[in-house]
């Protein structure tokens, strides 16, 4: 059965187009991807993300738990509010999931997991948390709003009374601070994270509140965009998708995580002797970016070819910012030399980039050469 989040009766009254998404009906766009897109990246836009799984653990030992169940290291988290982007692996150092870490207090961290993987993560991390005494409480009763673009935290801070106003503006990035809504009073849990590569916050409140804050927001100049427009943004930041990206038949390694791998000292996480050996002996497959300058786009599946061998398309989309289409792909280990794409039995050659693509609205170095 489709799922719903408190929103959706909002979306449709916006005209919004609803698509499945990972069991949830979900807006695509509002009339047009392009336009909000260019919204985020120009001024401010808002993405419901209530479908994504908020989950709290508690327990004394939770810090050690999660020492245990991530791949980064959760010690960097000292100072309350504070978050982490790290990935879940199963034994042989397959992804999980990838997810945000936020540290409350010594006994309590939050998570934000994907939607589409919900039972999944909930029985994993169920399962690895026993004999941590760690409870395990999902928070359906939430949902999330996440408010992207250059203007995106002036809109968000205008709406906190003056105590969340000052909390919210001194946050910085991947910091979060439980604040209060000035017209209503509704506790909001506000995160200064996202998904598009632009500033801005992700914002959780009670489903209560949630319609008449996004009213709120639209009546402040925030325009609505969809799942289209989130796909977009994200890929020309260089951010991965989960189970087109990323899964459980790759490692971090190979899908361009290496960042959030964090191989300390005396920290026995799961998957770690998988990438420890990958360090040592080097993995045979690598993510490269792509940016074709012939038209066309480029999509999920299509053949890449490379000096090295044959590789495939992950995420591909036409950029709006660049007016070029660019993609991730997954292709054998070592320098890959000319590559090329196979459009429809035609080998279109495309160039080789350092991502993210685009960077707070800009084309980075060499993407446009």
Not at 177 to 187: I, K, N, P
Not at 306 to 323: D, N, R, W
Not at 335 to 346: A, L, M, Q, Y
Request: net charge negative.
């Amino acid at each position: 059965m489709t799922r719903k989040t408190v929103l959706n009766q909002t979306h449709r009254d916006l005209g919004a187009r609803m698509v499945d998404f990972g069991g949830w009906d979900m807006p695509l766009n509002y009339g047009s991807q392009i336009e909000e897109h260019h919204q985020v990246r120009r001024d401010a836009g808002m993405f419901d993300v209530s479908h994504m799984t908020v989950v709290d653990l508690h327990g004394e030992r939770v810090r050690e738990f999660l020492r245990r169940l991530v791949a980064n290291s959760v010690d960097k988290l000292k100072k309350p509010g504070k978050a982490l982007y790290t990935c879940m692996l199963d034994e042989d150092g397959g992804v999980v999931d990838d997810l945000i870490v936020y540290f409350m207090d010594d006994a309590w961290f939050r998570l934000v997991v994907n939607a589409a993987t919900r039972d999944k993560d909930l029985a994993w991390i169920g399962a690895q948390a026993q004999g941590f005494g760690v409870e395990v409480r999902e928070r359906p009763e939430l949902a999330m709003i996440a408010v992207q673009g250059p203007n995106a935290r002036e809109r968000v801070l205008g709406l906190l009374d003056p105590a969340g106003r000052d909390a919210a503006g001194r946050l910085a990035r991947f910091s979060a601070a439980a604040v209060r809504a000035a017209a209503d009073g509704a506790e909001l849990f506000i995160a200064r994270t996202g998904y598009t590569g632009e500033d801005g916050f992700e914002v959780v409140l009670p489903d209560a509140h949630a319609v008449a804050f996004w009213n709120a927001l639209l009546a402040a100049g925030v325009k609505p965009a969809g799942l289209g427009a989130r796909d977009t943004l994200r890929l020309e930041a260089g951010m991965a998708l989960y189970g087109q990206d990323m899964d459980e038949t790759v490692t971090p390694y190979e899908a361009g995580l290496a960042w959030t791998v964090s191989l300390d000292e005396g920290r026995d996480f799961v998957g770690r002797a998988r990438l420890e050996r990958q360090q040592a002996e080097g993995g045979a497959r690598q993510l490269i970016g792509l940016v074709m300058d012939e038209k066309g786009v480029l999509r999920h599946g299509q053949r890449v070819l490379s000096a090295q061998g044959e590789g495939e398309i992950l995420s591909g989309t036409f950029s709006p910012t660049l007016g070029k289409a660019i993609a991730f792909a997954r292709v054998p280990a070592g320098e890959p030399g000319e590559v090329r794409v196979d459009i429809r039995g035609r080998e279109v050659p495309v160039r080789v980039v350092r991502f993210p693509f685009v960077r707070e609205g800009r084309p980075q170095p060499g993407v446009l050469d």
